[in-house]
């Protein structure tokens, strides 16, 4: 089956600063790569997502960039802010019927 | 919409005990799953279902069974609850679709002494 690795496991940056969170995955047959949110006691939440057709997509203060080639995909995070302290998860799909998660990076914006 | 409804959201057992937790989502997904979470090991999936009638195991089946009878229902059994199931489970449903994300429920809270 997809193994799913994320890293770093916990990230502290400055407020205003960027951060990034890699994932790697094994399976070539994954196409849909979504990134969730979870804050502390609540469920995860879709922040953004990329199809295996797309090469980056940005929302905003959020970017995800897919390499298919070398089965990565990375969450960027730019101009930081005490709210986006939480636990970010990627994930990774084949067909949208089975989800793969990385272990999650507790992120700390330091104010 | 309700979306997807967990229940119930804490619950404490005794080793050897059963239970079910329930799911239901109401916006008409084809695909619905469970999750536990534990500590730095991120989401692992128990059992997921495709369809009414159609149910398969995830990464960690053992000692989980679950039945789809409806569109609308995905309940989760512990047969017979061990110290090791203590976790955070969560429900999920999607379309199904590729490029379709999963919703997740608020997640039941489950402690086995």
């Known amino acids: 089956g997809e193994n799913v690795e994320q890293h770093p496991s916990t990230l502290s940056v400055q407020e205003g600063d960027s951060a990034v969170i890699k994932c790697t995955y094994s399976?070539?047959?994954?196409?849909?790569f979504p990134w969730y949110k979870q804050e502390l006691g609540k469920r995860p939440q879709l922040i953004i997502d990329?199809?295996?057709?797309?090469g980056e997509k940005k929302d905003q203060r959020i970017a995800v960039t897919l390499n298919k080639t070398a089965k990565h995909f990375s969450l960027h995070i730019t101009e930081t802010q005490p709210e986006d302290s939480a636990v970010y998860f990627c994930?990774?799909?084949?067909?949208?019927?089975?989800?793969?998660f990385g272990t999650g990076t507790s992120l700390t914006v330091i104010p | 919409n309700a979306g997807v409804t967990q229940t119930p959201k804490f619950q404490v057992l005794k080793t050897g005990q059963s239970m079910t937790l329930q799911c239901a989502q109401d916006?008409?997904?084809?695909?619905m799953s469970w999750y536990r979470q534990d500590p730095g090991m991120g989401l692992r999936l128990i059992h997921y279902?495709?369809?009414?009638?159609?149910?398969d195991q995830g990464e960690v089946p053992n000692g989980y069974n679950v039945s789809r009878s409806t569109t609308e229902d995905f309940p989760l059994r512990l047969l017979s609850a061990a110290p090791s199931q203590t976790s955070v489970y969560f429900c999920?449903?999607?379309?199904?679709?590729?490029?379709?994300?999963?919703?997740f429920g608020e997640g039941s809270w489950l402690t086995v002494v």
């Open positions: 279902s495709v369809g009414a009638g159609i149910t």
């Open positions: 916006m008409n997904h084809e695909y």
């Open positions: 994930a990774a799909s084949i067909w949208g019927n089975q989800f793969y």
């Open positions: 999920a449903s999607s379309e199904g679709a590729s490029g379709n994300t999963i919703y």
């Open positions: 399976d070539s047959a994954s196409n849909y």
């Open positions: 990329i199809r295996s057709n797309v």
